[in-house]
């Protein structure tokens, strides 16, 4: 629920919804009745959705360019307060009260503004390579078209948009749905208005929004090819997963069949524009042929030449090499193991690609991080599989004792489970 009383404004309970009314809200005390800040009050808040609140974050960045100022208020629930913190939500809105907690935790997939090539690279990276340790179930297939449409949409802000303020990235999994969602945010030119400087020349927004998740569709043919939307919705859509985007004065939300109505595609126009662009995209990764059949342009497969498994991780006789300094957020507790292990699993690539583990300049490990690594590895691979797949180097004495302990004791569970 959200109210506004002069220029302080109030969210409680379960925030979400369409965020427009703050957006005209914000419009209207900020350049119609000359405040100059705004409080924006969450205590009463007990959640806060991605999708509205994102849209919000980038406006109030964008309104700070021209010296208007924000101060947030966090919620009074210790849970609400940390999502607005762990996400950078309130970093962002409010920097010169919070701090960044981008890079804090390798936990947290905290929204991350860009105006760079670099800069946003960077940043879908950081979160993929998060993504491979809070997700089990993926491949290097579904890894490939996962980075590509992350990619795709964000070069779309850095090409398209000319926002004054960059865009967003933010990316969220949902484990027990088996859902990524990631969400790209900016201020700048809306698709419409785009698609209208183009050869179509779209003079109804609606139509062009529509058109624009159609192959080949593009401002500029001689420079882009039109794949972005179309393979990021293609993704969502063949997964059985959800698509949105927000741009200037219309909407566009895809949803999958369900048993009670088919697949469907609604372009709405909204009284209250948004000035920029706000995508959604939610993706099944538990389907199988992610990248097969939803990379497909003028009918044949696209397989994306480098990818961050490659750019990360492959050695040159191509198998992974996995830094356990580097992947590993912590080496004491079974949770940053289960992690550990759930990336290494992933990168073994439906396990067809072995692993070396290498341990350089890690010193101790728990025994609990050896059991949930090493030894459930053990159980999940079996002893053959496992001596085929995992190798090691540059281990410490302690630290190889550990490991051959944690297998040694699963070793009776491997072979029972087996047989």
Request: with cysteine; proline share 4%.
């Amino acid at each position: 629920m959200f109210r506004s009383d002069g220029n302080v404004f109030t969210f409680s309970g379960n925030v979400g919804g369409d965020p427009l009314p703050v957006l005209a809200a914000l419009h209207t005390v900020l350049t119609k009745q000359g405040y100059s800040d705004v409080v924006l009050d969450f205590e009463q808040a007990t959640f806060v959705s991605a999708p509205y609140i994102l849209p919000i974050v980038v406006m109030c960045r964008k309104y700070r360019l021209s010296d208007f100022d924000f101060d947030l208020i966090l919620p009074s629930l210790s849970t609400g307060a940390r999502l607005l913190q762990n996400t950078d939500w309130a970093h962002l809105i409010d920097p010169k009260t919070y701090g960044s907690m981008a890079g804090a935790s390798k936990r947290n997939l905290s929204a991350t503004a860009f105006a760079t090539a670099t800069q946003a690279h960077d940043a879908v990276d950081t979160s993929i390579r998060m993504v491979l340790g809070l997700v089990s179930g993926l491949d290097r297939s579904r890894i490939v078209a996962l980075q590509w449409a992350i990619d795709e949409v964000v070069d779309n802000v850095l090409n398209h948009a000319a926002s004054p303020v960059g865009g967003i990235i933010q990316v969220m999994t949902y484990p027990k749905r088996k859902q990524i969602e990631f969400y790209v945010c900016d201020a700048g030119m809306t698709i419409p208005r785009s698609l209208r400087q183009s050869e179509y020349g779209y003079d109804n927004d609606a139509i062009a929004l529509r058109q624009a998740i159609n192959e080949g569709v593009t401002k500029n043919k001689q420079t882009n090819r039109g794949n972005g939307l179309f393979g990021t919705f293609r993704c969502c859509e063949v997964s059985g997963g959800e698509f949105d985007i927000l741009s200037g004065n219309v909407s566009l939300k895809n949803r999958p069949a369900s048993r009670y109505h088919s697949a469907t595609t609604i372009v709405k126009t909204a009284p209250i524009p948004f000035n920029g662009t706000f995508v959604r995209a939610c993706i099944n990764w538990d389907y199988n042929r992610l990248l097969e059949e939803a990379l497909v342009f003028k009918g044949k497969a696209h397989v994306p030449s480098f990818d961050i498994i490659e750019k990360y991780y492959e050695a040159d006789d191509d198998s992974i090499l996995f830094k356990v300094k580097e992947e590993s957020y912590s080496f004491g507790t079974r949770e940053a193991g289960r992690e550990s292990r759930n990336k290494a699993v992933n990168l073994m690539d439906n396990f067809t690609v072995p692993v070396t583990f290498d341990f350089e300049e890690v010193f101790v490990i728990s025994s609990s991080y050896a059991d949930e690594v090493f030894g459930k590895l053990l159980v999940e691979l079996g002893e053959d599989r496992f001596n085929a797949l995992c190798r090691f180097t540059n281990m410490d004495r302690t630290i190889k004792l550990l490991i051959d302990r944690a297998i040694r004791q699963r070793l009776p569970e491997a072979n029972q489970a087996i047989n």
